[in-house]
């Protein structure tokens, strides 16, 4: 890549830092040179985030037809798997699978509900009163 | 407390940390690209079974941590590198060090880090910075991906370090010690072992999944994504495989630059001829993967949709094999 075909587009860095990028200036010796970002990166950051949307509408749709428990939804919004989950609270993972189900997630103790809270960093009455 | 420490801006974190660490420590000659060349931190690996933010799980860079410890392995630097169960000691053995005047490599993870843009913030937990001091409750952040240096509340501090999931940090830090002057013909040996190290894992080893085999497999994969997975997905599939391509802290494109960048550098210490011919050609692959991204771009954003623009895209990818095999076969073929 020539230092002038470094992409100067405008990304969500912009406000925040740039990328350093090594390219060929006009004797052909490499240096580096400031990219504000590059579209095609940014479109592809783009269909990402609509991906983690698209799950996260899917887990609310679930919960509200009584398919899941509000944990489904807060592990899609901090795009957290179980293994991730399992990590963070300490539970295992068949027991989180557990708890996804509504009926049981309903009869769930206090204590057990704060490491879930904990874990994706909200207060419990929001993980209880979805 | 502030441990006067340089602050140089580079295209990857790893990469980053090692130069600032190493030139901190009196290894003036270092810079980024001879930190990635000696450390040899070129790579390509698909890891078939694993998903990454439900996409597929490509590497176009080493381990966590080897650039840094290859690099001053190879420089004939000691290392200290310490993990910690308890995040109290991790912060306890933070504050010693630079109560000792020794600014720290910290492995973090991505997702909780205050200052990245909240659009970057993935699990991703093999990012590097470096602590060079404290001021009250803040810590001061030399972050090698940013342009400034930065400061991170112990709080948090504490919570990047130890974020969980794949590759997870457990409050790792890492730092030269025992440094003594360098030569010239020690790089220059470093640098021959870098070159030997990076050829021979992206040409000869015998796994489908690793090297230039591993882009090839790639490649015959994403011919096959859009009858497996449907368009919608193969499209999300192949923005996955972009991003790992082209942004910070990994970019596949951006290494061969910097690869390239390094083989320039190296002519001047091991004046071996045929190396500014092999930079060309990293650069001219650097292109190639560019190009490649351009191509995917136009399926994710649904101008392509057709299987012969998913085959055109594995076909790129299996001329770009072509040339990193017969690039990293010129490598090997030097005489040191």
Known sequence: MKKEEVPQDPSVLDKFTKEVCYAVDEKGEYTTTLSRGWQVKADALGITWQDVEARVEEARQQIKNGARSPIAYFMEVNMMDLAMVSAYTGFWQWTIKRHLKPDVFKNLSDKKLQKYADAFQISLQELKNF | ?336
């Open chain 2, 1 to 336: 407390m502030k441990i006067p420490f340089e602050h140089i801006q580079s295209a990857h974190c790893e990469n980053g940390v090692t130069t600032n660490l190493l030139r901190h420590a009196g290894i003036t000659q270092i810079n980024e690209p001879l930190a990635f060349g000696i450390g040899a931190g070129i790579f390509y690996i698909h890891l078939p079974f694993l998903k990454i933010n439900n996409g597929p799980a490509v590497s176009f860079r080493t381990m966590p941590g080897q650039i840094f410890s290859r690099t001053c392995h190879a420089l004939g630097v000691r290392v200290s590198r310490q993990k910690f169960s308890s995040k109290e000691k991790a912060q306890a053995a933070l504050d010693a060090c630079l109560a000792a005047n020794q600014p720290v490599g910290c492995q973090v993870g991505v997702y909780y880090l205050t200052y990245f843009p909240v659009e970057y913030r993935f699990h991703f937990n093999a990012h590097n910075l470096v602590v060079y001091g404290k001021e009250g409750d803040q810590y001061l952040i030399s972050d090698p991906v940013m342009e400034t240096v930065t400061t991170l509340s112990s709080a948090d501090l504490q919570r990047v370090r130890f974020t969980q999931g794949a590759l997870a940090p457990k409050g790792q830090l890492y730092y030269p010690k025992q440094v003594a002057a360098v030569s010239d013909e020690c790089i220059a040996k470093a640098i021959a072992k870098g070159i030997k190290h990076a050829a021979w894992f992206m040409t000869e080893t015998p796994v489908p999944i690793l090297g230039v085999n591993g882009i090839k497999y790639t490649a015959r994969k994403i011919k096959r994504w859009r009858d497996e997975l449907g368009y919608r997905r193969a499209g999300a599939y192949l923005a996955q495989f972009v991003r790992m391509q082209e942004e910070i802290g990994t970019g596949g494109a951006g290494f061969r630059f910097v690869y390239a960048a390094f083989l320039q550098q190296a002519h001047a210490y091991v004046h071996k001829d045929e190396l500014p011919e092999i930079s060309k050609q990293f650069t001219a692959i650097g292109d190639a993967w560019r190009a490649s991204s351009v191509q995917a771009s136009g399926i994710y954003k649904g101008r392509w949709t057709e299987q012969k623009d998913f085959d055109t895209m594995g076909d790129m990818l299996l001329e770009i094999a072509e040339m990193e095999k017969k690039a990293f076969k010129n490598l090997l073929k030097i005489k040191w």
